[in-house]
Nanobody
Framework: QVQLVESGGGLVQAGGSLRPSCAVSTRTSNAYRLGWFRQANGQEREFVGR????????SYADSVRGRFTVSRDNAKNTVYLQMNSLKPEDTAVYYC???????????????????WGQGTQVTVSS
């Protein structure tokens, strides 16, 4: 069983920064990845970035690479999404999600994640 709880969203002006976090609770091994996804109104859920919990290896969507950074604090069982240079088009509900899948090509797809947090709203004003 895995529980994910996001926090740290909010309202920010374009060009600003936010750092949502995701607290992870699991009794299983550390062989998993945490992904961040986002879903804007009327849009499909899209991949933002991910991190291997034990390796720290990250991967990002082209739309956020260079602006967003995924990191984790193993001692706090928390993963972070540092978002810089925010744009109005970054406005969405942001979700963290858990997967044990090892098929890297599939890790951008929401259906390959088995546990999800409740989401946190990020709004970027122009």
């Amino acid at each position: 069983q895995v529980q994910l709880v996001e926090s740290g969203g909010g309202l920010v002006q374009a060009g600003g920064s936010l750092r949502p976090s995701c607290a992870v609770s699991t009794r299983t091994s550390n062989a998993y990845r945490l992904g961040w996804f986002r879903q804007a109104n009327g849009q499909e859920r899209e991949f933002v970035g991910r991190i291997g919990w034990s390796t720290g290896i990250t991967s990002y969507a082209d739309s956020v690479r260079g602006r967003f950074t995924v990191s984790r604090d193993n001692a706090k069982n928390t993963v972070y999404l540092q978002m810089n240079s925010l744009k109005p088009e970054d406005t969405a509900v942001y979700y963290c999600a858990h997967t044990r899948s090892t098929i890297l090509s599939g890790l951008t797809m929401p259906q390959n994640y088995d546990y999800w947090g409740q989401g946190t709203q990020v709004t970027v004003s122009s």
